[in-house]
Structures are given as structure tokens and as C-alpha cells.
């Protein structure tokens, strides 16, 4: 059996006089833990080019990283958007539209839920502080990154419950946009108790799953977020 390559777009973080691409080594080492080879995809690669590699690839992973442009949800941004980057915004939205019409695993993280609300047609709220009222604290300390901030309730019958149980489970939280407008075909999985959507699926796909936290810096201490990981490889394992 051959293993499963998961392609992971890797965008360009910082500024100043030499830009580096960077990728949160966690999101390797939770995929490498499960037997799967990450396929590291730069930013800025032709949409042609990400295409062919996509075929080539079992999986496909989005990660986490600044805002989405509002643009792409037809808004103006909010004083609080930060990190915006077009060309990334570019790739990971053509990658969640390929993988849902070709029905290929996708498992998608933080800015990643966001990406695929975005793609499939959905819009976010921009600030969560400042645009949802009596909102809990979604930002955590980064010194933390395993804390757990806040439950999320997770629907039964869903992917999501099959891999970390339905009911109250603890996660950490790092992010202050959501999804507001819920795309057409994606199903809410699971909310915070302020009503925030934490997780959502694409149900009658093979693997098409996303979440609002970060499993992979929970995934060494926490045997159900790194099931979430090896879940999704499995669901890659070609069939061949
Ligand atoms: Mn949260």
C-alpha cells in the first residue's frame, strides 16, 4: 500500500527584507504520525500547474493564516482584517472546489474552514469581538497553544462525531472571524456555546471536513485530535 500525499499549500509569512515561506511544523509532524507524506505546495504556484499537482495528490489540507480578502464575499474590510493575501486566497479556494467536486479528502483548519465557507459561496463574520454580541473569548494565549479556551458541541451523526465523539469536547481557539453565512451543501457540525460555528462538513463525500480550532497543536497530548488526523489519511489511502 502506498502512502497517502497530502498537498498543503505554504504561504509566505512576514515582511521585510527577506519573506520567508512557513508552514506550523504540527500540522507536518500530526500527518507524518499517520503515515501520510505532506506534498508542500508554495504559494504562488500557477493555477495550472497546482491543478496537475492536485491530481497527483490522495488529499488535500488547508491550514491557518491571516484573513480572507472580504472581496471574495463581496464586503468591504473591517479596520481588523489583517494578513490578507490574494494570491493564497487564490489557490486554497480553487483547492476546496476541486476536491469537493472531485470528491477528494480534504480536512481544512482554522483560516481553513473559512476558505472552503468562502468557496463554496458562503460569506464570515469579520470580527467576532466587535460583531458578536456576548461572544466567549476566542483567542487564546500563543504561548498556550494546546489550552484548551472552549467546548464545542458536536452534532451526532456527523463525520466529526465518528472521529472525536458527539457532545461537549474542548478545544483551543485562535481566530476572530467565523463563518456567518453558511455556504449552500455545507452542514454546521459543530458550534461553540455562544453559537460560533466550530466545524462543518460536506456530507455524501468521501472526507470533506473542517474545524475552527487547532487539533494539530493539540494533537500530541489529545489521542482525538490526532485521530482527526489520521482519520483523514486513511480516508485518502488510494484505492488501487
Ligand atoms: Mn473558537
Excluded at 482584517?81 to 489557490?91: C, F, I, M, S
Amino acid at each position: 500500500m502506498s502512502q497517502p500525499r497530502i498537498l498543503i499549500p505554504i504561504p509566505v509569512q512576514g515582511e521585510g527584507p527577506r519573506p520567508r515561506f512557513s508552514l506550523g511544523e504540527n500540522y507536518v509532524k500530526a500527518l507524518l504520525a499517520c503515515g501520510a507524506v505532506p506534498l508542500l505546495l508554495p504559494v504562488g504556484v500557477g493555477l495550472d500547474e497546482a491543478r496537475a499537482l492536485f491530481e497527483q495528490a490522495d488529499g488535500v489540507m488547508l491550514t491557518g493564516g491571516g484573513d480572507v480578502n472580504p472581496a471574495r464575499y463581496h464586503q468591504s474590510p473591517h479596520p481588523t482584517t489583517y494578513g490578507v493575501d490574494d494570491a493564497r486566497d487564490e489557490l486554497e479556494i480553487a483547492l476546496a472546489r476541486w476536491a469537493a467536486e472531485a470528491d477528494k479528502p480534504l480536512f481544512a483548519i482554522c483560516r481553513g474552514i473559512q476558505v472552503v465557507n468562502v468557496a463554496l459561496g458562503g460569506s464570515l463574520v469579520q470580527d467576532i469581538p466587535e460583531l458578536v454580541p456576548h461572544a466567549l473569548r476566542h483567542s487564546g494565549d500563543h504561548s498556550r497553544r494546546s489550552e484548551v479556551l472552549h467546548t464545542v458541541r458536536v452534532e451526532t451523526n456527523s463525520l466529526l462525531a465518528r472521529l472525536v465523539g458527539a457532545g461537549e469536547v474542548g478545544v483551543n481557539s485562535f481566530h476572530h472571524q467565523a463563518i456567518d453565512r453558511l455556504a449552500s451543501g455545507l452542514v454546521i457540525t459543530a458550534r461553540a456555546p455562544d453559537g460560533i460555528i466550530e466545524g462543518v462538513e460536506l456530507p455524501g463525500l468521501r472526507h470533506f471536513l473542517a474545524v475552527q480550532w487547532h487539533p494539530e497543536d493539540m494533537a500530541a497530548e489529545r489521542a482525538d485530535m490526532q485521530a482527526l488526523f489520521c482519520s483523514f489519511v486513511r480516508a485518502c489511502v488510494p484505492s488501487r
